[in-house]
Structure formats: C-alpha cells, structure tokens
Nanobody
Framework: QVQLVESGGGLVETGGSLRLSCVVS???????MAWFRQAPGKERGIVGA???????TFYEDSVKGRFTILRDNANTVYLEMNSLKPEDTAVYFC?????????????????WGQGIQVTVSS
C-alpha cells in the first residue's frame, strides 16, 4: 500500500520558479515515478518521468530545459520548475508505477496523489 502526497504548488508570476514535492509513504520498492498535469477540459499529460533508480529521466518537449525531476529513492520525489509560463498552469499529479521506468503512459501508474494546483500569472 503506497500513498503519495504533493505539496509546494501555488501562484507564481511568469518567469518565476516553484518546487513541487511528492512524499511517498508505505511499501515502496522499485517504483518508477512521474509528474503529470491536467488543465480544465484537456487530457492528463506527462510532464516528466524518472526511473526507480533515478538514473534515467524523460521530459515533455514544452518543459525540457526548464523543469527537472529528482528523487531520493526513499520517500520524496521533486519537480523543480523554472522560467514558468502561463501555459504551465494546471493541476499537477505525482504517480508511481511498478515498472523500472521511465514510463510516459498514465495507464500503467498504480498510485496517484490527489493533485496540486499550479497557477502562473501573466
């Protein structure tokens, strides 16, 4: 049984930075992790993914070079977001899969956080 809780969201102006955290509790062994986001009326899409070991990552094209996904391989996964744009506004979710990862498909993730709002003002 694994539980994920996100924190660190909020309101930031264009060009600013935020650091999202996802604290994982319960049994956690060889889980790859990912961050997804969803804006109203749109499909949930990948932001970034990281392997269970933390040595392999993937980033969606629109965030590559601005966002960084990190993990301590114990209980916390981070999403560092820089040079934020209004188009980054969405609810952000962390997720865990029993695959080695990184995996880009939301359907393979077994555990999900509740989501946290990130709003970037113009």
């Amino acid at each position: 049984q694994v539980q994920l809780v996100e924190s660190g969201g909020g309101l930031v102006e264009t060009g600013g930075s935020l650091r999202l955290s996802c604290v994982v509790s319960g049994t956690f062994s060889r889980y790859s992790m990912a961050w997804f986001r969803q804006a109203p009326g749109k499909e949930r899409g990948i932001v970034g993914a990281i392997s269970w070991r933390g040595d392999k990552t993937f980033y969606e094209d629109s965030v590559k070079g601005r966002f960084t996904i990190l993990r301590d391989n114990a209980n916390t996964v981070y999403l560092e977001m820089n040079s934020l744009k209004p188009e980054d506004t969405a609810v952000y979710f962390c997720a865990a899969s029993n695959g080695l990862g990184p995996n880009l498909r939301p359907d393979v993730y077994l555990y999900w956080g509740q989501g946290i709002q990130v709003t970037v003002s113009s």
